[in-house]
Structures are given as structure tokens and as C-alpha cells.
């Protein structure tokens, strides 16, 4: 019988405990170590594979330094977005925040203080994506 597909709420929760856990420069191993549990369990958790529990979550947004709403925000289905008058983020950007590069390019672009150059960088970046569309 083949494996059920995760539920993409649960990949999505996973996905934001991994973002977060990236952006504070946090290992696997180091959270796991904060929960009880090992490297490989918070990979599931984090790809989703197994499902989260409540008091799981709550201890995983604490160490995290979270709110618990921040692993569901823009969740499949979510009606947070919509009760605060905002659209959802795109589905990418959180996937792409999700990816270590992602964090690494955030972090040095805001630490930019010069807004024209910064400006200058994302007409390049659009400029470089637009060629690789075209070709």
C-alpha cells in the first residue's frame, strides 16, 4: 500500500518550524535536544511527514521564540490572511524564505543601508530573471 501524502497543513507548519529554526542559525540536533527528541524526528516534523501535536507546537514556538500563530500563518486554508484585511503571501516566497539561501540573501540585503543600491539590485536580480525566461 503506498505511503499517504502529508497533509499540507503539516507541511506547511513544517516547513515555517524549519524557516524560523534557520533564521535563528538553530541545528536540527539543537532543537531536538530543546524537545527530547532527535535530528531525524524534527526532519518529519519539518518535511511534514509527521504530524505535529498541540503541545509539541506550543513547546517548538517557545523555543523558536514565536508566537504559535506564526507556524500557521498563510497555512492552506487559512482565513488569518483575510480577517486582517491582507492577501496571503504567495506560496514561493515562503518556500523560498524556507531554504537556507533564501535566509542568507534576506540577511545580507537588508543589511544594505543604502536604499538606491538596493534598488539597484532587485532591477539586476529582474533583469537576470527576465533573461533566463526568454532563454
Known amino acids: 500500500m503506498p505511503a499517504k501524502p502529508p497533509n499540507p497543513v503539516d ?5 515555517r ?4 529554526r534557520i533564521m535563528l542559525g538553530m541545528s536540527q540536533e539543537k532543537l531536538g535536544e530543546g524537545l527530547g527528541l532527535t535530528f531525524q524526528q524534527i526532519q518529519k516534523y519539518e518535511k511534514g ?10 513547546q517548538i514556538s ?6 504559535v ?3 500557521f500563518e498563510g497555512s492552506p486554508g487559512s482565513s488569518t490572511a483575510k480577517s486582517f484585511g491582507e492577501a496571503p503571501s504567495p506560496t514561493y516566497v515562503a518556500d523560498f ?18 536604499t538606491k543600491l538596493r534598488r539597484a ?3 539586476m536580480v529582474e533583469l ?3 533573461r533566463e525566461e526568454a532563454g
Request: proline residues 4%.
Open 97 to 114: 524564505l524556507a531554504t537556507s539561501e533564501g535566509l542568507a540573501l534576506i540577511r545580507a540585503f537588508t543589511l544594505i543601508p543604502d
Open 62 to 67: 517557545e523555543i523558536l521564540q514565536v508566537p
Open 17 to 20: 518550524v524549519r524557516m524560523r
Open 121 to 123: 539590485i532587485v532591477d
Open 49 to 58: 511527514t509527521n504530524r505535529i501535536g498541540a503541545s509539541r507546537i506550543q
Open 11 to 15: 507541511r506547511h507548519v513544517g516547513s
Open 128 to 130: 537576470i530573471g527576465g
Open 69 to 71: 500563530s506564526f507556524l
